[in-house]
């Protein structure tokens, strides 16, 4: 069974600064990886998607990479902010059967003014 | 917003009673799914669907919870006799297949329904 771990649980960190959350995944014969953002009591928005022949994504301050053949996955926020404190959850789809996404645990950000 | 709607967004049920929720998916995606999510987890799968057929169910779907997407439209979700185990987000999301590269799979969730049973 796909198991998605994302360390750290929890991170503080100063407005303006750069910071890397991981993800990790044990079978890596995934279609592709999400990176999702949920605020408190809300739904899910997705951030990025990469294909699992893909390398990495970029949209604005945010750049996902991928290493399938590791099972790793990053997400580098730039100049954080604190509207960017958020819990933000990976997720991985299977190559086949199953067409649902595994979720990792989530890492909750705190970004300080 | 991803056009993805769910309804109610709330709801307080008292155990033993029937709940149902409504998803309502982005028009032209065909597929559909539901989750649920517990406080402190990630969102874990119950089903799916594409159009109508229900082709996936989740062990953690019981014989308690029962999924519709007549006319491959909108989904229902009914909880019957309900216990205080199912206080959780319920969340539906959807996304596009098809065939060819361009077509990502990519699924866009609704804001979810939660659940409470006192």
């Known amino acids: 069974k796909q198991e998605v771990t994302q360390i750290p649980a929890a991170l503080s960190v100063p407005e303006g600064e750069n910071l890397v959350l991981n993800c990790s995944f044990t079978?890596?014969?995934?279609?592709?990886l999400q990176w999702f953002r949920q605020d408190p009591g809300k739904g899910l928005t997705s951030l990025l998607l990469i294909q699992s022949s893909q390398r990495e994504q970029t949209s604005g301050r945010l750049n996902a990479s991928l290493d399938k053949s590791s099972g790793r996955s990053t997400l580098y926020i730039a100049a954080s902010q604190p509207g960017d404190s958020a819990t933000y959850l990976c997720?991985?789809?299977?190559?086949?059967?199953?067409?649902?996404?595994?979720f990792g645990t989530g890492t909750r950000l705190t970004v300080i003014p | 917003d991803t056009g993805v709607s769910q309804n109610p967004r709330h709801k307080i049920t008292k155990r033993g009673q029937n709940v149902t929720f409504r998803c309502d998916p982005i028009?032209?995606?065909?597929?559909l799914y539901w989750y649920r999510q517990t406080l402190g987890q990630g969102p874990e799968f119950l089903t799916y669907f594409q159009n109508e057929a229900q082709l996936e169910k989740s062990r953690l779907l019981s014989d308690r919870f029962s999924a519709e997407r007549p006319k491959g439209s909108f989904s229902t979700l009914e909880i019957q006799r309900t216990e205080q185990g199912d206080s959780a987000m319920y969340l539906c999301?959807?996304?596009?297949?098809?065939?060819?590269?361009?077509?990502?799979?990519?699924?866009?969730f609704g804001p979810g329904t939660r659940l409470t049973v006192t």
């Open positions: 028009s032209e995606h065909n597929r």
């Open positions: 997720a991985v789809r299977h190559q086949t059967g199953a067409n649902n996404l595994f």
């Open positions: 079978d890596s014969a995934i279609y592709n």
């Open positions: 999301a959807s996304s596009l297949t098809g065939i060819g590269n361009r077509v990502s799979y990519e699924q866009y």
